[in-house]
């Protein structure tokens, strides 16, 4: 390379911000890789003018559902190319999605079908969690130990759903394996039992339709469960992190552990700040379908409390918890082309593009949390969990040039969040209608452009995957 292009790209004029710092600086790239921070740099052969905004570390989107085997007719809509070119024009470079073992079936199976998946797909990098839903002593003393040391370093495990979910002695199994091997255990923490025994009632009382979701699936069993998780993690003397945290019956539960000393780690998702029961219907209609996810979203009351938790350190890591199921499909949220039960709805909604913009507009511009605490939640924090950090999540010399340059409209301008401008494979979203202030104006992967704010950029295929480490996080304490 001549001394003339010593870069083969140059950031100028950021202003970079990361989980614990802000820097007016160029910023050098050779080889996919940040190599140079300083006031200004030399010339590279390709030149990007930040004009003063700000620049974050691409989104790690640490819990998100891409092409997960689901039993038929149900499909989920997004493959790895449509939700990794969702998650780029959302300022997400890293995703994490799940590949989850089959009941009977192998967990290294589960892993080999994954990246069959994901090969040749994906336009941003990727790592995957594993579900573990039959941990047999195959699994537990062979293929778990084995998967952990190929860079396979978080699972998750379930309370709930039939096809998924563990007894406590099957849990205790599996996070006795995470403590032996420094993996980082994932909790999906609401009790089953309970939800059978209303689900039933509701039934019986002809209560079917999709707003009594959440009937069946109020705060305490999610406050039940959580409680019981902790436990487990105390008795197997192993860090926990809870997910998809809905609100302060679970809240007060880890509130409660750290108060004792425990490592229990949390995370929340864009539905319990911006969705709310009611979002499930007011009256028997079927939209309250698209927003059918576990738990479900809660009353308005409960949404500051959720804001709390990300203010003051409670939440670890901020996640989409995206699981696309088209609304007016027969292998979506119609299942066979009917209007089905909430019993027999496919849970999830899609929010992998929106994660980023709704935060950063609702707690940024709007003054809830700052820009270094936005990068921890959404970047530097789930890289640090799932073993990425620091090639993913900061903005450093040697880290990946994952970066977002951010586009904070004036005051006055917004962006009003409509489905037709997505480019997820999903025929709604949500969050329809809801304004923000501000968008990435461009997402840079390994120093490629993959969003030039108009349109997503490069070829399906480019995303590599990623090999885990064992977690960095700190201990969480009160």
């Not at 700000?54 to 039993?71: E, K, N, S, T």
């Not at 396979?152 to 002695?169: I, N, P, Q």
């Not at 707003?211 to 487990?232: F, Q």
């Not at 709604?428 to 209608?433: A, D, K, M, Q």
Request: with cysteine.
């Amino acid at each position: 390379m001549s001394a003339a292009h010593a870069f083969d790209l140059v950031v100028r004029n950021a202003v970079a911000i990361t989980a614990s710092d802000e820097m007016r600086c160029d910023i050098g790239v050779r080889g996919g890789r940040i190599v140079a921070l300083a006031e200004t740099l030399g010339p590279g052969t390709h030149e990007i003018d930040a004009a003063g905004r700000w620049v974050m570390p691409g989104g790690v989107d640490a819990h998100c559902h891409l092409d997960q085997p689901m039993a038929p007719p149900t499909r989920m809509a997004d493959d790895f190319e449509t939700g990794t070119r969702s998650a780029a024009c959302g300022g997400t470079t890293t995703v994490i999605p799940f590949a989850a073992q089959i009941k009977g079936g192998s967990l290294r199976d589960a892993v080999a079908d994954y990246h069959h998946r994901a090969e040749g797909r994906a336009l941003v990098d990727y790592a995957f969690h594993l579900i573990v839903s039959d941990p047999t002593p195959e699994v537990l003393n062979v293929e778990l130990p084995a998967l952990i040391a190929e860079g396979y370093t978080s699972f998750k495990v379930y309370m709930t759903y039939d096809d998924l979910k563990l007894g406590d002695g099957q849990i205790l199994d599996v996070l006795e394996v995470a403590r032996r091997h420094g993996a980082m255990a994932m909790i999906h923490a609401e009790n089953s039992e309970c939800i059978a025994w209303l689900t039933k009632r509701l039934e019986g009382e002809g209560r079917i339709a999709p707003r009594w979701h959440a009937g069946s699936r109020p705060m305490l069993v999610e406050r039940e469960a959580t409680h019981r998780a902790i436990a487990l993690s105390e008795l197997a003397d192993v860090p926990i992190l809870i997910v998809h945290v809905s609100g302060r019956d679970a809240i007060e539960q880890i509130r409660w552990s750290r108060g004792r000393g425990l490592t229990v780690y949390a995370e929340t998702c864009p539905q319990y700040l911006f969705l709310t029961a009611d979002d499930l219907g007011i009256d028997d209609g079927y939209d309250g379908a698209k927003c059918v996810c576990s738990p479900p979203p809660r009353d308005k009351a409960n949404q500051q409390v959720v804001w709390d938790g990300l203010v003051d350190g409670l939440f670890t890591v901020f996640s989409s918890d995206h699981a696309p199921f088209r609304f007016d499909a027969p292998e979506g949220k119609k299942p066979g082309g009917k209007e089905v039960p909430f019993a027999y709805i496919p849970n999830g909604i899609p929010g992998l593009e929106t994660r980023l913009p709704l935060l950063f507009s609702a707690g940024v511009i709007d003054g809830r949390i700052t820009p270094q605490r936005f990068v921890e939640l959404t970047s530097t924090a789930p890289a640090r969990a799932y073993g990425l950090y620091p090639r993913k999540g900061t903005i450093a010399i040697g880290a990946d040039a994952d970066l977002v340059v951010w586009e904070r409209f004036a005051p006055g301008e917004e962006r009003v969040i409509r489905n037709a401008d997505l480019h997820h494979a999903v025929d709604y979203t949500p969050y329809e209608g809801i304004r923000v202030k501000g968008w990435p104006a461009l997402t840079l992967s390994r120093g490629e452009v993959v969003w030039d704010g108009r349109a997503p950029q490069g070829n399906a295929g480019r995303g590599r995957f990623l090999a885990c480490g064992l977690p960095t996080l700190a201990p969480r304490r009160r």
